[in-house]
């Protein structure tokens, strides 16, 4: 039997999910581990289709944010940048004042990135 085409499967409870509230966004676990725990990332937006792609990057990536801190003991991913917030909030039209949005992620392993389609946001009760 070939075992080259078998890759390890990692397993984390709960979905990846992106959280956009009026303090930040934020990533869940799965999120962050299926990210590879990349300490920076890109950050990707289709406002025509209302996407977010976080894909993996380096350091010297000049389009690079930071995203993991691999010092900390809890794997999550926060970023507190009120330009980010405001131009998610515009495009989708929602309140961050008043409602928090949870929006559920696909890995696309080909492009070591996570796909955020922000049409399927869910509001999440206060």
Do not use: C
Request: hydrophobic share 40%; no cysteine.
């Amino acid at each position: 039997m070939d075992l080259e085409k078998f890759k390890p499967v990692i397993l984390t409870s709960g979905p990846s999910t992106m959280t956009i509230a009026k303090s930040g966004v934020s990533f869940s676990q799965a999120s962050v581990i299926k990210l590879n725990k990349s300490e920076f990332v890109r950050i990707l937006m289709n406002s025509d289709d209302r996407m977010i792609l976080i894909e993996e990057a380096s350091k010297e990536d000049e389009q690079a944010v930071p995203f993991f801190n691999p010092n900390r003991k809890v794997i999550t991913a926060r970023w507190n940048y009120s330009d980010f917030n405001n131009s998610l909030s515009q495009m989708m039209e929602w309140d961050t004042d008043e409602n928090t949005y949870k929006v559920h992620g696909t890995y696309l392993e080909n492009e070591k990135a996570m796909l955020f389609d922000l049409n399927k946001a869910q509001i999440l009760n206060k």
